[in-house]
């Protein structure tokens, strides 16, 4: 089975602070995603990564950067936390071809506080 | 711009067929997925339609009309269990990402 392991399923911060949720796959997945889910309006894609080192803008960039030192760990950073980021965050990988179905996290729900 | 269109709730009894609709707008379109998510857990790959038609897989079934930017997933004998939020997201012109409607909630009555 597929495993996608998010380190924290709950984490409080407080504004400004700097925040770092990780993300490991063990499935060799080159596509690794970072989304933020809030009531209404669906997963909204932060970032996507296709490649080690490599990292691509979703629709929400804004406020949040990301690092794929190995292939199997994606990282969100939050440089400095603001209460508007207080959400719930979902990792997903996939494989680049077929179904490209994708495998969700458990996700961490972050307060910034 | 980008975006899917859901309708936010809907309500059935158990055992009863239940059809979900969604229509997009994107810039690309390489295929319509379906997921679920149980309250509190993480979303599930349920089907996926790269081409016009339906998809069979079990209970669920899924339909594809390219030339109307529409699709639907079809839920038939409902169980209380498949009380969830379904989310259709469609997999877009640019790279590998995704874009996924706002999800409809099931409700499955007794």
């Known amino acids: 089975d597929v495993k996608v392991t998010q380190s924290s399923r709950y984490l409080v911060k407080r504004t400004g602070e700097k925040v770092f949720l990780e993300c490991v796959q063990d499935?060799?997945?080159?596509?690794m995603f970072w989304y933020r889910q809030d009531p209404g309006l669906g997963l909204r894609l932060i970032y996507f990564?296709?490649?080690?080192?490599?990292?691509e803008k979703g629709d929400i960039p804004e406020g949040y950067s990301v690092s794929r030192e190995k292939k199997e760990r994606f990282s969100l950073i939050l440089e400095s936390a603001s209460t508007n980021q207080t959400s719930m965050y979902l990792c997903?990988?996939?494989?680049?071809?077929?179904?490209?179905?994708?495998?969700f996290g458990a996700g961490t729900r972050l307060s910034v506080l | 711009g980008q975006s899917l269109e859901q309708p936010s709730e809907v309500t059935a009894v158990e055992g009863a067929i239940v059809q979900i609709n969604c229509t997009y707008q994107?810039?690309?379109?390489?295929?319509l997925s379906w997921y679920q998510q149980h309250d509190g857990g993480a979303p599930t790959f349920l089907s996926y339609?790269?081409?016009?038609g339906l998809e069979e897989t079990g209970r669920f079934s899924s339909f594809l009309s390219r030339s109307d930017s529409y699709g639907y997933l079809l839920l038939q004998e409902l169980q209380m269990k498949d009380s969830a939020s379904y989310f259709c997201?469609?997999?877009?012109?640019?790279?590998?990402?995704?874009?996924f409607g706002p999800g409809t909630r099931l409700s499955v009555l007794p």
């Open positions: 997903a990988s996939s494989l680049p071809s077929g179904k490209n179905i994708q495998y």
């Open positions: 499935m060799d997945h080159e596509n």
């Open positions: 990564s296709y490649d080690v080192k490599m990292k």
């Open positions: 994107t810039s690309g379109f390489y295929g």
């Open positions: 339609n790269g081409l016009d």
């Open positions: 997201a469609v997999r877009d012109n640019y790279g590998q990402n995704f874009v």
